[in-house]
């Protein structure tokens, strides 16, 4: 993810197989610098050009979403998977992330952290399908049955990041990114397909659209078992003390997520049980249009933990997050401008003139998404330097600003008042993890936030190296 040490070292061109295979056999604390520049920034670009990928692809299905089902069916469809999804990102206990951890610095130890995370995420999963599939009636009590029971069989989502999502993140620990990568964008493939699939067939409704979703990724088993058995050739059978880290680490993590996510959902779990499909539908293509630099800065956020965890020297560790800060905060403001700007024109014209009324949401909401994007990677970073609690204190802080904010303004302001309020709650939650990171690294606030000339020309070396690398590759095809 960062973009390393202090010089970028060029270094002997390689393919892609090679490198995942070097960082894989070696961790990356024992590489030489130069190596390990190399590496990383290469995991960083892999990262943010699947990022790209997946947000072309989401602008696809979001505006065949949304011209298939317009505003009540892209209500419904939001409101059948804003719980379970909840449920499915803290359901797991913060073992994904744990996996990602430990297994980066105990290479030796993966197969018994692999098991252990399975078995604490099995438990998480267990006991959330079961309260959810209970709790649905009440919790999306402003929705119609069919939409209650499309929401209850979208609760599966919840093994399916166990089966799938987490062993996904021990190629991520172990240093293949491009194999991450490849299986983070697979979803996203399916998704289009089962929208072309349901175009073709006339199917206008979201429950047969959701119940597609979570029974068609099942199949990404067949090439993901392979893989991680590659990395893990047998399970070992856990120790107490192994149980203890992965609770250690991940109940902290899971913590954070829970505010983190309510600062992302709570605005549309919150109408989802009190307004209509439609309000909702309105304002689910305001929040993918204000998105927009998320993905574009999680390519940094991604590799941090990993990177981080592998250094021992504290300088080189704030050093690596000052400049992945900085230059995550220049992407991000440039991306809000720009969205912003043309907000007006482009939601009616992709997603079509029965959206026009999300486009102040979407205006607010293109600053707010990428304040958000930022704060991705200011909380990966303190995560990395092996300090989850800070982060949960800063995402607890940010979601006691949304949950106030929301009772105020949410039911006089609708859709527009959410969109402020995610805005106030982001930015909170920025300015606590400023410092909440220049503690941990002894790095100011002003390193971490405003970017310098060496960044620019690095980010720019960076998209030319991106841009020549796609042309040369696109002359060899011709």
């Known amino acids: 993810m960062t973009l390393a040490p202090t010089n970028i070292v060029a270094v002997p061109e390689v393919s892609a197989t090679d490198i ?13 610098p130069a190596v390990r520049t190399w590496t990383t920034k290469r995991a960083a670009l ?78 998480g999963a267990l006991i959330c399908s079961i309260a959810g599939f209970i709790a649905m009636p009440w919790l999306l009590k402003a929705q119609g049955p069919s939409v209650i029971w499309g929401a209850r069989i979208f609760l599966a989502q919840i093994w399916l990041y166990l089966a799938i999502v987490m062993p996904m993140e021990l190629l991520r620990a172990a240093g293949r ?74 109940l902290p993590v899971v913590g954070t997520c829970v505010p ?10 919150m109408m989802a049980g009190l307004m209509s499909p439609v309000l909702l539908g309105q304002y689910v293509v305001a929040v993918a249009w204000g998105g927009a630099s998320t993905p574009f800065v999680h390519g940094l956020s991604a590799v941090l933990v990993p990177d981080l965890a592998g250094r021992t020297d504290i300088a080189s560790q704030g050093e690596v997050f000052a400049r992945v800060s900085r230059i995550a905060f220049l992407i991000a403001s440039l991306i809000a401008v720009g969205m912003l700007a043309i907000a007006g024109l482009g939601i009616p ?22 304040v958000a994007g930022f704060n991705s990677v200011l909380s990966e970073g303190t995560r990395g330097l092996g300090r989850p ?29 959410a969109a402020v309020v995610s ?3 982001y930015a909170s939650t920025t300015l606590w993890l400023l410092i909440e990171a220049r503690a941990a690294s002894g790095v100011s606030i002003l390193e971490f936030t405003l970017p310098q000339w060496q960044d620019v020309r690095l980010l720019a070396d960076h998209l030319y190296e991106m841009l020549e690398g796609l042309l040369h590759r696109k002359i060899l095809v011709l």
Do not use: H
Not at 98 to 123: M, P
Not at 349 to 363: L, S
């Open 349 to 370: 014209f992709f997603f079509g003139a029965r959206f026009r009324p999300a486009i102040r949401a979407a205006e607010i909401l293109a600053i707010a998404g990428s």
């Open 20 to 32: 995942d295979d070097c960082v894989s056999r070696v961790p990356e604390a024992d590489l030489e």
């Open 177 to 250: 990114f491009l194999s991450w990568n490849i299986f983070r964008v697979w979803p996203m493939v399916l998704w289009v397909a089962i929208l072309l699939v349901a175009w073709a067939a006339g199917v206008r409704s979201a429950v047969p659209l959701a119940t597609a979703l979570v029974i068609v990724p099942w199949i990404t088993l067949l090439v993901l078992a392979p893989m991680v058995r590659s990395q893990v050739p047998r399970l070992a059978l856990p120790s107490r003390t192994q149980l203890l880290d992965v609770l250690r680490y991940g």
């Open 389 to 417: 609690v800070p982060v949960l204190r800063a995402e607890i802080f940010g979601l006691v600003v949304t949950a106030i904010g929301l009772g105020l303004f949410l039911r006089p302001f609708g859709i527009l008042g």
């Open 423 to 425: 805005l106030l709650a």
């Open 46 to 123: 892999v990262t943010t050009g699947a990022n790209l990928l997946i947000t072309a692809i989401s602008v696809c299905t979001g505006i065949i979403a949304a011209r298939l089902l317009g505003p009540k069916g892209r209500g419904e469809l939001a409101a059948i998977q804003a719980w379970p999804t909840a449920l499915a990102s803290v359901g797991l206990l913060g073992s994904a992330e744990a996996l990602v951890y430990f297994g980066a610095r105990e290479r030796e130890q993966r197969g018994a952290y692999l098991s252990a995370c399975f078995l604490v995420g099995s438990c």
């Open 260 to 269: 983190r996510l309510m600062n992302f959902r709570l605005d549309q779990i």
